[in-house]
């Protein structure tokens, strides 16, 4: 397998890149030789990340402080790419969170910085760094999905569909883009150890031992993308059966099954806390 260096000469722009599964990602393309631009809005996180990985790989290394569910943060992003003279040949849309509550008892402002921050950026970022790909005949676009894309998600409504969203503009750019020499996937991770579990505030969480490290997730990204429009990373197996399962279902039917799977974690999650 060429590196990734090879196979996307410039640099990876990484969103949501101070912890988690864009750390992860980070340190995959820089032990590959590609240089890096890392966006989030922790300053002192991304410098210190920055610096270990101009050591450890001596790679170039732009570090952009910016809020992704803030108006105009993805044309700044641009903005410093251009004035620094970076090239972005691997674009990964990684920057993402949730809120795990009912929607009518959250409050509105942070379900429409979900939407900001989980559809908006996404979908404009690829729009400002795609014609250049596209005019040097290669480049990829990572779009981080969910298993929760493949069915409603109650107390996750509208973290769910923005995770659709990115599956379905994934899928149908993958397919528009193969002609032009750009690679896109949509990845969709299951249980993950990173911040997002804490952050949307879940309650009841399977045990450790189900939960993907996220070098892991980040090897699934890199042998599949290319290859095929989706990959939904190594999860248990009625995770992924559900998730195919609910894929082929009608809307209705796809409701009725949300129900159910939610009431079966919720079972799992007491049998699991008892044991």
Known sequence: MAKLSTKYPGSALITGASAGLGEAFARRCASEGMDLVLVARRQSRLELLAERLKQDYHVNVLVVVADLS???????????????????????????????????????????????????????????FLPGMVERGKGGVVFLASTAAYQPAPMLAVYGASKAYNRMLGEALYSELKPCGIDVLSLSPGYTATEFHNVAQVKRLPPMEMFRKPDQVVDTCFRTLGKQPAVIDKVTPFQAFMARVHRKLSRWQAALGASMFTGLLAYAGDVFAAL
């Open 70 to 128: 803030k108006p105009g943060a993805p044309e700044s992003i641009k903005e410093a790419c251009d004035a620094a003279g970076v090239t972005v040949s691997l674009l990964i849309n990684n920057a993402g969170f949730g809120s795990h509550a009912r929607f009518h008892e959250t409050e509105l402002q942070w379900q429409s910085a979900i939407v900001d921050v989980n559809v908006k950026a996404p979908t404009v970022l690829t729009g400002l």
